[in-house]
């Protein structure tokens, strides 16, 4: 259990279609975090919210891509229109409870396959 | 400019030897904080360890070192005494800022191959 909880762990979809993450956060923090691993590479920031409040996005986040954290405690991050070039680990963060200096603490993060 | 560099996309090291992991950063701000992450085969992001850009010492978390050379904008990652369950990919990360909510910048990583 990593205090952040990610579902779904895998999705597969084909292009064109429409996809949802939800992220949950086991401890509360005002601060949630998404970030997107491309195969060998290192997390790239896509968003963080305050609260419910988006307080910025990356350019990574096209205009197909939408985040929100409606009440402040989870997290969606839909994609539309999919494209092979979505395929990714998306990964969702908050401050790692109980930690100084609030390294980020990370869920298992969503697959996803565009096909 | 990348924020975070590192040069070093695969290293093997010997059972029970010492490595360095490279990272050399990028920026302008005077407060700032630089992790390290480690993460298996298995996915999961592990938290290592943290230097600030005030600390006046290295930082040191059991095995696990950072080699904080500040004028040269390096941090790197020192792991002795190398266990066979080190084998994994390493990201060197940045926060800007005096907040401790600031968003990371992360490098490409290293493939550290632990040899028996």
């Known amino acids: 259990d990593t205090g952040v909880s990610q579902d779904p762990r895998h999705k597969i979809t084909k292009r064109g279609q429409n996809v949802t993450f939800r992220c949950d956060p086991i401890s509360e923090h005002n601060r949630l975090y998404w970030y997107r691993q491309t195969l060998g590479q290192g997390p790239e920031f896509l968003t963080y919210?305050?609260?419910?409040?988006?307080?910025?996005k990356s350019r990574l986040l096209s205009n197909r891509f939408s985040a929100e954290r409606p009440k402040g405690s989870f997290s969606t991050l839909e994609i539309q229109r999919t494209e092979q070039g979505d395929s990714a680990m998306y990964l969702c963060?908050?401050?790692?409870?109980?930690?100084?200096?609030?390294?980020?603490?990370f869920g298992n993060g969503t697959r996803l396959t565009v096909t | 400019a990348q924020k975070i560099t590192q040069t070093q996309p695969g290293m093997f090291v010997q059972e029970k030897e010492a490595v360095t992991l490279d990272c050399t950063y990028d920026t302008s701000d005077p407060s700032y904080g630089l992790f390290w992450y480690k993460q298996p085969s298995s996915g999961e992001m592990i938290f290592l360890i943290y230097?600030?850009?005030?600390?006046?010492q290295n930082a040191t978390e059991g095995r696990y070192s950072l080699n904080f050379q500040k004028a040269r904008k390096s941090a790197n990652l020192v792991i002795s005494a190398s266990q066979l369950g080190d084998s994994a990919m390493y990201f060197c990360?940045?926060?800007?800022?005096?907040?401790?909510?600031?968003?990371?910048?992360f490098g490409s990583g290293t493939k550290l191959n632990v040899k028996p």
């Open positions: 990360a940045m926060r800007e800022g005096p907040s401790n909510f600031n968003k990371f910048y």
């Open positions: 919210f305050q609260n419910e409040a988006q307080l910025e």
């Open positions: 230097q600030g850009s005030y600390d006046q």
């Open positions: 963060a908050i401050p790692q409870p109980g930690q100084g200096n609030s390294p980020l603490h």
